[in-house]
C-alpha cells in the first residue's frame, strides 16, 4: 500500500510545479539556509562498526572482492562460518548519547549533521519495514537512532539530514533485478524507504549514494526528486546532492557544491586501528574549509562512531580546536559569499560580504568600496609582509585581524595592498599559524581574464571529494 502511494505521487507530480526533467528539476532555487550553514558533520555508522577493519566497506571486501587482507582478517577474529548478520548482536550503541553527539557537532561550529540513515551494507538506522530485522530497532542498539539524533540536533538548532544509499550490496532483490532487468527492489524497497524518512523524519538533507551501478531510469530519480520538490513536507526546505544515477548532470560547476572528506583519512566508518597521524589536524581542516568556501563551496567532515556509540576523543578534540577558531572568524564564515577572485596564492583565499540592498549582484561586479567588506583567509604566516596583490587600498582602508581588537593599516604601496608582519600581535591571535583579515573600504585590481581563469582553475586542486546540490 505504502509503495503503491508513493507511485501515485510519482506519477501525479507531472501536473505540478516542478516536472520530472532535469531542466525542470534545476530550476529549483537552492534554499539559502544551505549556502548560509557553510559547515557541517557526517556521521557514517552501522554494523560495519563492529569488526572496526579497514573500512565501512568491510562486507563487500570480504564477500564480494575476496580480499585476502580481510580473508585473513577474518579468519584469525572469527569463528569458522561466521556471517555479516552475525556482526549486528555486537553494534550496542550502549555508551550511545545523542545530546552528547550534538554537542560535539555544536562546539565544532558546524551547522548541519547529516547521517548514514543505510549505507550499502543494509541495515537501517530507524525501523524501516521493508529491513525486517535488519535494522537498529529489532537488532544490535535496540534503539531508533534516526529519531533520537533528529530530536537532539534540532534542539540545539542544528540542521539535520539523511545519507541513503539507493543500493544494497547483497540484496537479493536487487541482484536479481539486475540479472532480468526488473525494479522490483526500487518498488518495494528505495521507495517505501525514501518516502517514510522524508514523511516521518522530515530532513533538509536527502544526501544520496550508491547509484552508479544503475540508471537514473533505474531508479527512477526525476520522478522521486519532483515528489520531493513538490509534494513532500519539506519540498520548500530540503536540498539533496547530484548522486541519482550512473551518467547524471555532468557539469554543474555553476552549481553549489560540497567538499566531504573524513577525519579519519583512510575511512569513514570507525576503525580500530586508527592511529594520531591518520587524523586531519584543525590546521587541514580550516584550510580545506577556506579554500571550499571562497569557491562557493561548502564542507561536510565525516565521523566515524565505534559500535559502543562513541566518537574517537582525538577526532573530538580536533574538532572543538576547530570550532574555536571558527567562531572567532565567524563572520568571515556564516553567510558569506565568494569574492570575485578565489585566492592570491594557494596560501591566501578570500570571502566577501555585501552591505548593501543587492547583494548579489555587487559581489560579482563592480563593486562599492564603502559597502564591500573583504576577508583573506591568510594560511601562510611564515612571512616578512603579507601581500595581497588582488586588493586595492583608498584613502579609508581598514584592516582587522578577526579574534583580536587589532585595527591596522595598510602599507605605502597605493596598487597592492601589503602588511607589515611586525604589526601583528601574535600572541593575542586565536592561532599562530592560520590569520583571518578583514579588509574594509578596499578594491579589487583588474586582472586579464585570462589570469582570473587560471586562478579559477586552481581553486579545485587539493578538494577531496565533491557533490554538487540540485
Same mark, same amino acid.
Given at each position: 500500500m505504502l509503495n503503491s502511494v508513493?507511485?501515485?505521487?510519482?506519477?501525479? %507530480?507531472?501536473?505540478?510545479?516542478?516536472?520530472p526533467t532535469w531542466e525542470s528539476i534545476d530550476s529549483r532555487p537552492l534554499p539559502s539556509w544551505y549556502d548560509d550553514h557553510k559547515f557541517g558533520i557526517f556521521c557514517? +555508522?552501522?554494523?560495519?562498526?563492529?569488526?572496526?577493519?579497514?573500512?565501512?566497506?568491510?562486507?563487500?571486501?570480504?564477500?564480494?572482492?575476496?580480499?585476502?587482507?580481510?580473508?585473513?582478517?577474518?579468519?584469525? %577474529?572469527?569463528?569458522?562460518?561466521?556471517?555479516?548478520?552475525?556482526?549486528?548482536?555486537d553494534f550496542k550503541a550502549d555508551l550511545f548519547d545523542p545530546n552528547e553527539f550534538a554537542k560535539i557537532v555544536k562546539s565544532a561550529g558546524a551547522k548541519y549533521f547529516v547521517l548514514t540513515s543505510k549505507h550499502h551494507e543494509g541495515f537501517t538506522m530507524w525501523p524501516s519495514t521493508s529491513s525486517y530485522i535488519w535494522n537498529a530497532v529489532d537488532?544490535?542498539?535496540k534503539?531508533?537512532?534516526?529519531?533520537?539524533?533528529?530530536?537532539?540536533?534540532?534542539?540545539?538548532?542544528?540542521?539535520?539530514?539523511?545519507?541513503?544509499?539507493?543500493?544494497?550490496?547483497?540484496?537479493?532483490?536487487?541482484?536479481?533485478?539486475?540479472?532480468?532487468?526488473?525494479?522490483?527492489?526500487?518498488? %518495494?524497497?528505495?521507495?517505501?524507504?525514501?518516502?517514510?524518512?522524508? %514523511?516521518?523524519?522530515?530532513?533538509?538533507?536527502?544526501?544520496?549514494?550508491?547509484?552508479?551501478?544503475?540508471?537514473?531510469?533505474?531508479?527512477?530519480?526525476?520522478?522521486?526528486?519532483?515528489?520531493?520538490?513538490?509534494?513532500?513536507?519539506?519540498?520548500?526546505?530540503?536540498?539533496?546532492?547530484?548522486? +541519482?544515477?550512473?551518467?547524471?548532470?555532468?557539469?554543474?560547476?555553476?552549481?553549489?557544491?560540497?567538499n566531504c572528506f573524513s577525519m579519519d583519512k583512510k575511512s569513514w566508518g570507525y576503525r580500530a586501528d586508527i592511529e594520531v597521524e591518520d587524523v586531519h589536524t584543525p590546521y587541514e581542516v580550516i584550510a580545506q574549509i577556506a579554500r571550499t568556501v571562497s569557491?562557493?563551496?561548502?564542507?561536510?567532515?565525516?565521523?566515524?562512531?565505534?559500535?559502543?556509540?562513541?566518537?574517537?576523543?582525538?577526532?573530538?578534540?580536533?574538532?572543538?580546536?576547530?570550532?574555536?577558531?571558527?567562531?572567532?572568524?565567524?563572520?568571515?564564515?556564516?553567510?558569506?559569499?565568494?569574492?570575485?577572485?578565489?585566492?592570491?596564492?594557494?596560501?591566501?583565499?578570500?570571502?566577501?560580504?555585501?552591505?548593501?540592498?543587492?547583494?548579489?549582484?555587487e559581489l560579482y561586479s563592480k563593486q562599492d568600496a564603502a559597502k564591500t567588506i573583504i576577508y583573506a583567509w591568510v594560511l601562510n604566516t611564515s612571512f616578512d609582509k603579507i601581500v595581497l596583490e588582488h586588493i586595492k587600498p583608498t584613502a579609508k582602508t581598514e584592516i582587522k585581524i578577526l579574534g583580536t581588537k587589532t585595527v591596522l593599516k595598510p602599507g605605502k604601496s597605493s596598487n597592492i595592498l601589503e602588511i607589515d608582519s611586525k604589526l601583528i600581535p601574535w600572541r593575542y591571535l586565536p592561532r599562530g599559524d592560520i590569520i583571518v583579515l578583514r579588509i574594509d573600504n578596499a578594491t579589487p585590481r583588474r586582472l586579464h581574464s585570462s589570469h582570473i581563469r587560471r586562478r579559477q582553475k586552481l581553486d579545485f586542486e587539493n578538494i577531496a571529494d565533491n557533490d554538487f546540490w540540485i
Open positions: 508513493l507511485f501515485f505521487l510519482l506519477i501525479t %507530480n507531472v501536473f505540478c510545479k516542478y516536472k557514517h +555508522w552501522g554494523v560495519y562498526s563492529v569488526p572496526a577493519h579497514r573500512s565501512e566497506w568491510l562486507w563487500w571486501y570480504w564477500r564480494g572482492e575476496r580480499n585476502p587482507e580481510v580473508l585473513d582478517f577474518i579468519e584469525k %577474529n572469527y569463528p569458522p562460518n561466521v556471517q555479516y548478520s552475525d556482526f549486528a548482536k537488532s544490535g542498539p534503539q531508533n537512532i534516526v529519531e533520537k539524533l533528529s530530536e537532539s540536533m534540532t534542539a540545539q538548532n542544528i540542521t539535520f539530514g539523511l545519507y541513503y544509499s539507493l543500493f544494497e550490496w547483497f540484496h537479493p532483490l536487487y541482484l536479481n533485478d539486475g540479472k532480468k532487468n526488473l525494479t522490483a527492489y526500487r518498488e %518495494n524497497v528505495v521507495f517505501p524507504q525514501i518516502y517514510d524518512l522524508i %514523511n516521518t523524519y522530515k530532513p533538509k538533507i536527502l544526501w544520496s549514494d550508491g547509484d552508479w551501478e544503475r540508471s537514473e531510469e533505474y531508479w527512477q530519480s526525476k520522478e522521486l526528486l519532483a515528489w520531493l520538490y513538490n509534494e513532500s513536507p519539506v519540498k520548500d526546505s530540503i536540498v539533496v546532492n547530484d548522486r +541519482w544515477g550512473e551518467g547524471v548532470m555532468g557539469v554543474l560547476q555553476p552549481r553549489k557544491w560540497e569557491c562557493g563551496g561548502n564542507v561536510l567532515v565525516n565521523v566515524g562512531p565505534d559500535s559502543h556509540g562513541r566518537i574517537p576523543l582525538i577526532v573530538q578534540d580536533r574538532l572543538q580546536e576547530v570550532g574555536e577558531f571558527l567562531g572567532d572568524v565567524e563572520e568571515a564564515l556564516y553567510g558569506s559569499k565568494p569574492w570575485i577572485f578565489q585566492n592570491d596564492t594557494s596560501d591566501t583565499w578570500y570571502t566577501a560580504r555585501y552591505q548593501g540592498e543587492n547583494e548579489e549582484q
